[in-house]
């Protein structure tokens, strides 16, 4: 199993201590970010999350890239989703994202052949979700 948990910056991970399933990186003594550099130094996934987190616009489409990392930690965006500590949402807004008919030119896809007719969510509600920020 795979487990981040962060507190803060990331909605999605939302454990109070910084952690990780197979090695926890102690926060006493440690700066609270210090812990999390450390952490993504030794997983890639976390580290090209946080990543991303940093360098992409919190838009639609970036917000999708940092889930994307996430979902690549796990083995799949239906993986994360079964862990316990991700909120049902995630579905709301991958669906919100990915529909041309929802959000237009803000959608990662073009086809109005599928996707949903109406955003699930807004771009605030997306940020809150995944970033703990609006």
């Given at each position: 199993?795979?487990?981040w ?5 990331f ?24 812990s ?9 996934h976390?580290?090209r ?9 919190h838009?639609?489409?970036g917000?999708?890239?940092?889930l994307?990392a ?9 993986k994360?989703?079964?862990e ?8 709301d ?6 529909s ?5 030119l803000?959608s990662?896809?073009g ?11 807004s771009?605030?509600?997306a ?8």
């Amino acid at each position: 199993m795979t487990e981040w948990n962060i507190e803060g910056r990331f909605g999605l991970f939302v454990k109070a201590e910084v952690t990780y399933a197979t090695a926890s990186v102690p926060v006493t003594n440690l700066a609270y970010g210090t812990s999390v550099l450390q952490l993504a130094r030794k997983h890639p996934h976390f580290e090209r999350a946080l990543f991303l987190y940093g360098s992409v616009s919190h838009n639609w489409r970036g917000l999708s890239m940092v889930l994307e990392a996430a979902e690549d930690a796990f083995g799949g965006g239906k993986k994360l989703l079964s862990e316990p500590w991700v909120s049902p949402k995630v579905k709301d807004f991958k669906s919100t994202a990915n529909s041309y008919r929802a959000i237009g030119l803000e959608s990662r896809h073009g086809t109005v052949s599928s996707g949903v007719p109406t955003a699930r969510m807004s771009l605030p509600e997306a940020r809150q979700l995944l970033c703990g920020s609006s």
